[in-house]
């Protein structure tokens, strides 16, 4: 079964801490992206990477860097955190030819304190 | 990019046809439309996509007007278990460098 992994499902850290959130995808995808979800502002795009070693900034990449050094990997970072930072994260990942759409991982619940 | 607009919440029952529809008036010549389900706390799924008429599979429809200025997610027969957050999405699915954005979706409650 194929599928995109978030290391960690809740993740709870302090203001100030340098965050790192991991996703893997096994289907050798060639695009990335990380969203987070918010209650009543639906899913907002962060980055995406079409390639390795490649990023693009989404609608609200501000506070947030990416790392794309292997295909199956791209980490979101957050380097320093901020409680408005407190979200759910979804990682997604799709081939080049996107008519089959993006498979989603299950997020990272991530508590800002 | 092409933005969408969906009703925020619809309420069915058990065993019928539901139809959610989406307005996407300044869809480009190049767009596709997908539509994705969220479970709570779990990542989106994709459901379907289309381009123009009609598409079909094993869990929806998709119907598109000939100007493709909306579209609606068919969904027969309904459960307990499509109760769900149901998107619509727009966008060039092959350009490389684009983006897919999502909408704020419609949360579907089935009751029994």
């Known amino acids: 079964d194929v599928k995109v992994t978030q290391s960690s499902r809740y993740l709870v850290k302090r203001t100030g801490e340098k965050v790192f959130l991991e996703c893997v995808q096994d289907?050798?995808?060639?695009?990335m992206f990380w969203y987070r979800q918010d209650p009543g502002l639906g899913l907002r795009l962060i980055y995406f990477?079409?390639?390795?070693?490649?990023?693009e900034k989404g609608d609200i990449p501000e506070g947030y860097s990416v790392s794309r050094e292997k295909k199956e990997r791209f980490s979101l970072i957050l380097e320093s955190a901020s409680t408005n930072q407190t979200s759910m994260y979804l990682c997604?990942?799709?081939?080049?030819?996107?008519?089959?759409?993006?498979?989603f991982g299950s997020g990272t619940r991530l508590t800002v304190v | 990019l092409a933005k969408t607009t969906q009703p925020i919440s619809m309420d069915s029952y058990e065993g019928q046809e539901v139809n959610i529809t989406c307005s996407h008036n300044?869809?480009?010549?190049?767009?596709?439309i997908t539509w994705y389900q969220q479970f709570p706390s779990q990542g989106p799924r994709f459901i379907i996509q289309g381009y123009k008429t009609k598409v079909t599979n094993e869990v929806a429809s998709l119907f598109i007007p000939a100007d493709r200025k909306s579209s609606t997610l068919s969904l027969p027969r309904v459960s307990l278990s499509d109760t769900a957050v149901y998107y619509c999405l727009v966008g060039d699915i092959y350009n490389q460098g684009g983006k897919l954005i999502f909408g704020q979706g419609t949360e579907l409650s089935v009751k029994p």
């Open positions: 300044n869809i480009a010549t190049n767009d596709y």
């Open positions: 997604a990942s799709s081939p080049r030819n996107r008519g089959r759409g993006y498979t």
């Open positions: 990477s079409y390639d390795v070693k490649m990023k």
């Open positions: 289907m050798d995808h060639e695009n």
